[in-house]
């Protein structure tokens, strides 16, 4: 009799806790549906219809809203979809807009359709741009125009980007030489004579390889503050770009990379068949 009593004590013990742990477990189960949802709505890769592609692009003031509209359009032309000529002038829209994130990635895009005249003359105007990561892309972009007009942006990967004084002051910043750094980080604060702070932020992803200025410096407008090494996505795209457009002068600087030690493998693979593919040329002609 006590053990059946025992067990229908237990029974209504543990349905009391499976009540008392429902509504954590309810909350729970929200919190994941909420994490899945934004990361599902947030996820570049999902299909979007065309009239979110639209309405996408058109949504300037959600920066990832454009982006996504983006690189869908560039997955459909990547499988020679026709339909995406239809957003083909908000694209040439876009080459203009102020936002860097925009301009850079349309420079992206663009390369994708090296039939398009409205494309390579936007592209032309993108290589001359004042941000240096839109030149770039604008550089590679071109290359599928075997247009080598961005030829010289893309060697300029190769050497060590300038990091310059937007400010006379006051240099304070805890950054070491071999620093990886992102885009848009921090790269250091300029203390103006009247107290003003401005922010100096790195325009690429890359490696700090010089320091010129270090903490506590004073600099003027123009001063070398230090310099970036790219990033090995950016050196490995140029040297495939330049595998295309480059010439005989160009082959001491991607020597460089063929032996340099401290470069990936794939790198120095890339660097060797872009010197043979542009003496492969020079022979030819």
Known sequence: ??????????????RRRVRASGPILFLAILFLAATFLAWYFSWFGREISDADVTKYLADERNPRHVQHALLQIQQRLERGDKSAKQWYPQLISLSGNPETEFRLTVAWVMGFDNQEPQFHQALLKLVKDEQPIVRRNAAL???R???????DELLSVLQPYQVKSAADGSIASTLKQGAEIARGALLGR?????????????P???????INK???????????????NSDEGSIY???RGL??????????????YAAREDASARVRQQAQLTIQSIQSRQVSK
């Open 243 to 256: 595998a295309l457009i480059g010439q005989a002068s160009d082959v001491q600087a991607i020597q460089t």
């Open 145 to 151: 125009f075997n247009d080598a007009s961005g030829r």
């Open 237 to 239: 795209e140029a040297l």
């Open 204 to 210: 690429l992803p890359g490696r700090i390889n010089s």
């Open 214 to 228: 270090p903490n506590g410096s004073q600099v003027v407008v123009g001063d070398e503050i230090l310099t970036l």
């Open 190 to 202: 300029i203390q103006r004579s009247d107290g003003q702070v401005v922010e100096l932020r790195s």
């Open 141 to 143: 972009g071109l290359v």
């Open 1 to 14: 009799m006590s053990d059946r009593i025992d067990t229908e004590t237990r029974v209504i013990e543990a």
